[in-house]
């Protein structure tokens, strides 16, 4: 075969360039050591603890109505759990489907070479997307598997795109707002092919049918903490302040690298925090990075209507109830863009103007992956995990219980249910339910279950392990020190996550 044509060929045809291959097992070879070296926190353990917990797969889906998720990570972690209780093969489920994103992004997608390059060492394809195992990579996969079939033409499309179209939004509600941005995008595609005004209505209507269950399934049950009037209660001037910074948060991931606890931060809003001047900077940026994005795909309007629907519908959410106030919110802004910019490539020559921007846009993203990477490999993102190491310093016989956030830790390594000291009864795991509604409103609710307790089961001791030190464990329950003589025994502090670290206590009558 002629050299020139064996060129064309792996250049054309992306399985056969060795430079893809080379990025693709960089990337995984990267990915797979920081999971290796991450330690699972609370928020990634809590849906695992319901799933294992659950009696079985109706329970499990009562259950997880309480927790303001559609299904789809669920049933995937559900599965899991028929075969084993070992944490790591969750960790190993997620790399492997944010594996495959990555996979598909560099050999199947028409983004311009350098940009697929990029994409899978930034902030969200290679940490927040892939090391911490949550419903998000699922949907990033859903998302490029149907960038990949929305504009062929072959048999049983339709029943494919609407297969996945369910599916993404049975992963999350973020996963909602993204498949009716694409289906927006569908819809434009199917007019300029097909005039009927029929067949366009029939489309609009099913897609509105197809994400229907994942809206009524992440409508909380009456009796939820996280019910409507929950969200009323917390309405207020971040609404509007969080949405304002979510572009920021999204294009910008870089986190205030001068903080230990860096993880969910981002410089320029930790830096707005000391200088108010700043926020009208982090204003000015999020309209600039919505403005260049513009810019991007205004040359094709389908692409550029997908990107400002997944803005608008983020805005209308976020204005109402569901902030996106953290980076893995605002992350799914990024991936619309992507999906966006995916869709362009396909059918919109790309300018060089155009590849400089994005590629720019791609430069800010692995600036913004390096310290979560290195110091998740080097630093316990959570201490979670040294719960059995704490439990095994307790003396035999010795009556040891925990409290209700702490829960999550043991039932997740120890893998059995423990008595929870707030709600006095043992449980396996820890439900957002009208239970938990009334616990928190509770003034003094340590020094009332060590009562109980102690009253139940005539002791004068007991051993606590909680996630609370010291200063904040009096501020939830400054009674407990005045009834009680409360002794820190042992603690493991030191976690990324702020939330994660351990205490152990010795609780005894005066």
């Known amino acids: 075969m002629d050299k020139g044509v064996k060129k064309i060929i792996a250049e054309n045809y992306s399985p056969l360039n060795k430079i893809l291959w080379f990025v693709f097992l960089l990337y995984a070879i990267l990915s797979a050591y920081t999971i290796a070296h991450?330690?699972?926190?609370?928020?990634?353990i809590h849906s695992w603890n319901i799933v294992k917990g659950s009696a079985g797969f109706?329970?499990?889906?009562?259950?997880?109505?309480?927790?303001?998720?559609?299904?789809?990570w669920y049933i995937i972690m559900w599965t899991i759990s028929k075969f084993t209780h070992n944490l790591i093969f969750v960790q190993a489920i997620h790399w492997?489907?944010?594996g495959v994103s990555v996979f598909l992004l560099l050999f199947f997608s028409p983004l311009p070479f350098a940009t697929r390059l990029l994409i899978p060492f930034g902030y969200y394809f290679l940490f927040e997307y892939t090391v911490l195992s949550r419903n998000y990579a699922i949907g990033v996969l859903l998302v490029i598997c149907i960038c990949l079939v929305i504009r062929k033409d072959f048999r049983y499309k339709a029943a494919i795109y609407y297969g996945l179209l369910f599916l993404l939004s049975n992963t999350h509600l973020l996963g909602i707002l993204l498949a009716g941005s694409i289906h927006v995008y569908f819809l434009l595609l199917f007019k300029e092919k097909d005039k009927r005004k029929s067949f366009l209505f029939l489309h609009a209507l099913l897609g509105v049918i197809i994400v229907l269950p994942a809206i009524g399934f992440i409508f909380p049950p009456s009796d939820s903490e996280m019910n409507v009037q929950f969200w009323l209660n917390r309405w207020g001037m971040r609404n509007f302040r969080n949405f304002s910074q979510s572009p920021v948060r999204a294009f910008i991931p870089v986190p205030a690298w001068w903080l230990y606890n860096f993880w969910n931060s981002q410089f320029m809003l930790e830096m707005a925090k000391k200088i108010n001047s700043f926020?009208?900077?982090?204003?000015?940026?999020?309209?600039?990075?919505?403005?260049?994005?513009?810019?991007?795909?205004?040359?094709?309007?389908?692409?550029?209507?997908?990107?400002l629907a997944n803005l608008l519908f983020s805005c209308i959410v976020a204005m109402t109830f569901f902030t996106l106030g953290g980076a893995r919110y605002a992350g799914f802004l990024y991936i619309g863009f992507i999906a966006a910019y995916w869709l362009y490539c396909a059918e919109t020559p790309v300018t060089r103007k155009n590849k400089y921007i994005v590629n720019g846009l791609l430069l800010l993203q692995i600036c913004g992956s390096i310290q979560p990477v290195e110091e998740d490999i080097r630093f316990p993102f959570s201490n979670a995990y040294l719960v059995k190491e704490l439990l095994a310093k307790v003396p035999a016989g010795k009556r040891v219980v925990t409290d209700y956030w702490t829960l999550n830790a043991i039932a997740a390594f120890t893998d059995k249910s423990f008595y929870c000291i707030d709600l006095q009864k043992e449980i396996s795991y820890i439900l957002w339910d009208g239970e938990l509604k009334t616990m928190i409103t509770k003034p003094n609710r340590?020094?009332?279950?060590?009562?109980?307790?102690?009253?139940?089961?005539?002791?004068?001791s007991v051993v606590v392990i909680s996630?609370?030190?010291?200063d904040i464990l009096s501020r939830i329950d400054p009674q407990l020190e005045k009834e009680y003589k409360v002794e820190l025994l042992d603690k493991k502090e030191g976690a990324i996550e702020s939330s994660s670290n351990l205490y152990l206590y010795e609780v005894k009558s005066k």
Request: without cysteine.
């Open 96 to 98: 492997m489907i944010a």
């Open 58 to 72: 109706f329970d499990l889906i009562k259950n997880i109505r309480y927790e303001g998720h559609p299904p789809v």
């Open 279 to 307: 926020w009208i900077i982090n204003l000015a940026a999020a309209m600039a990075i919505v403005s260049l994005i513009v810019f991007i795909l205004k040359k094709n309007k389908k692409t550029l209507f997908l990107f």
């Open 467 to 470: 996630i609370n030190p010291p």
């Open 38 to 44: 991450h330690e699972m926190w609370g928020d990634e």
């Open 446 to 460: 340590f020094t009332d279950g060590i009562k109980n307790l102690f009253s139940k089961e005539g002791i004068n």
